[in-house]
């Protein structure tokens, strides 16, 4: 019995001494320190260059961008200008054209309707209206004012100022026409009122006109006799 339980001892003890040496050898193992605050710092560190070179990429190819939009922009601004003055040309030659055809139809309407004789005759037309009681005075004077080559509105009017009534007495006559140049003659009757009084006037007047450019004619000047 006593030989037994000494033999249980025995192993018991030698099973403990085991145990013993095997944890003591196990243990340096466990406490050896893990690197990780050198892998995490080499992480972060390459997080950030990762990070740094994505912005810096971000950054030329945004510059890219603008240098290419600039170059376009710049090419689209070139092209809209010489657009630009292109149309303005085309615009200037049709004006031009237009100018040129209306011109051109102006001096077929005046050479088809418009004569020295009819010229006259619309002229004095505009002066019997204008001192007419119902008729405008300024209107028609301005009207008969422009048949002129050239002449003082205000003066013209003052020719008329006083003249109550203005009657053509016969048609206009062609008494000469040479080129560009004609002479046509009329006889009128004008009535003024001179210091509260009417007098009237029997005149013959004789008219040199002139054709334009455009050839419709014009009055240059004017002879008038009394009859």
């Given amino acids: 019995m006593n030989r037994k339980n000494l033999l249980f001892t025995a192993i018991f003890i030698s099973l403990l001494i085991i145990a013993g040496c095997n944890k003591k050898e196990e243990q340096p193992q466990t406490f050896i320190?893990?690197?990780?605050e050198t892998s995490s710092d080499k992480e972060k560190e390459l997080k950030e260059k990762e990070e740094f070179l994505k912005l810096k990429e971000e950054e030329?190819?945004?510059?890219?961008?603008?240098d290419t939009t600039t170059k376009k922009l710049s090419k689209k601004?070139?092209?809209?200008?010489i657009t630009k003055d292109t149309t303005k040309t085309k615009?200037?030659?049709?004006?031009?054209?237009?100018?040129k055809k209306f011109t051109e139809k102006e001096k077929e309407l005046n050479k088809k309707f418009s004569d020295p004789k009819s010229a006259v005759k619309d002229y004095l037309e505009y002066i019997k209206r204008g001192v007419s009681e119902s008729g405008s005075f300024d209107g028609n004077m301005k009207k008969a004012n422009e048949v002129w080559d050239s002449n003082s509105l205000d003066k013209f009017k003052?020719?008329?100022k006083n003249t109550k009534?203005?009657?053509?007495?016969?048609?206009?006559e062609l008494v000469s026409q040479k080129g560009s140049t004609a002479v046509i003659k009329v006889k009128v009757k004008k009535t003024d009122k001179v210091k509260s009084k009417e007098v009237e006037s029997d005149l013959t007047v004789t008219y040199t006109l002139v054709a334009d450019a455009n050839g419709k004619w014009k009055i240059k000047s004017n002879a008038v006799k009394k009859n």
Avoid at 33 to 36: D, E, H, S, T
Avoid at 91 to 99: C, G, L, T
């Fill in 60 to 66: 030329l190819k945004k510059q890219g961008i603008q």
């Fill in 77 to 81: 601004d070139s092209i809209a200008a």
């Fill in 158 to 160: 003052a020719n008329y």
């Fill in 33 to 36: 320190p893990p690197p990780q």
């Fill in 165 to 172: 009534k203005f009657v053509v007495l016969t048609e206009p």
């Fill in 91 to 99: 615009k200037e030659v049709k004006k031009e054209e237009q100018k």
